[in-house]
């Protein structure tokens, strides 16, 4: 028996195995899109990989790879996996956003604005080339390029994203078009109307802008969400002293009315003294009244001061009350103390020399 055993040729002695099962590159898909949910990347792109071993030209999973590469700052290996999604679909843009996002991650900024800028030309609207090639002409400070793309960015998101309407507003006002910022501050306003953070910006584009209605209806409209705060008195008397219609004293009459208001809603603020203290500092004459109000404005600066005690606002209104009361060692060291707070400030150290 041993001795025909050992004449059987192996291949009749053992059954041949079966061919190993190909691996479901869909499962694996899924399988790597848990994984990554769970915050197992690592996991999540080996089973990528695994599913573009029997899929090699499956350009979603490699537009998954290279967003789950990213998670793990492999940004070359990240751009590299997009590359070739795009390559098998060049004419879907979210692959194109893809790339332009990771190249914008690895600082390889021309590349990501060519890339964004390819996305756009396929979908106008995609959220996050635009977000790419904002960051692009933001870091290149071409701030006029950017405003028409933060723009549309803001429609795409529905007209409420802080984030975008904050950036807005800043590229605004670098370029030095207020009316343009205030623009943006309304509609953002306009579509967040129970946010008083969004009125609260509005307010203090409206005062930079001078624009008395759009302050006062700003104004009205912060007292309404926020009955106690002191902002909507504080913005209408920042208006008051710019208001042309009036004299120069009727003008530091009205800011000083409105500012107490407000000092008398938060008497702790050191930017609301401050502020009454100057209004009341331009009423300063030689009659009994412009006496009072040197008193009134060294009360308000001295309680700024003590408030926040580095404010240079507040020591210099300080400088002014010594000097006009003649007391000139004490407006140097008022002087002397701003210019240790704000070393530029060339003509506080003038008069302190």
Known sequence: MLLLSALIPASFAVAAAPPAPVADPR?????????????????AVALCRQALKVSPEAAPVWATLGRFLSKQLRHNDAIAAAQKAVALSPKFAPFRADLGNFYLQAERRVE?????????????RNDIALTTLATCRLAERRDKEAIPLLTRLQSVRGGKNRAVSQMLLATYRRVGDLAGALRSAKAFAAKTPGDAGSVLRGGQIAVENRGQVSTQQYAAKL???????????????????????????????????????????SPNETF?????????????????????????ARTNLTAAVLYENHDPVSRRGLAMVAEKERFWEDAAMQYEAVVKITPGDNESRRRYA
């Open 272 to 296: 609301l003294r401050a502020q009454l203290g100057y209004a009341q500092l331009g009423q300063v004459s030689d009659d009994d009244l412009g006496k009072g109000k040197i008193a009134a």
């Open 112 to 124: 990501a604005a060519v890339s964004a800028q390819k996305a756009l030309s396929l979908d106008p």
């Open 27 to 43: 499962a694996l898909y899924e399988a790597a899109t848990v994984a990554a949910n769970a915050g197992d990347y690592p996991r």
């Open 223 to 265: 007292k309404t969400l926020a009955p106690q705060s002191p902002l909507p008195d504080y913005y209408l008397g920042l208006l008051a002293l710019s208001d042309p219609t009036k004299s120069p004293i009727d003008r530091f009459q009205n800011g000083e009315r409105l500012f107490q208001k407000a000092v008398d809603r």
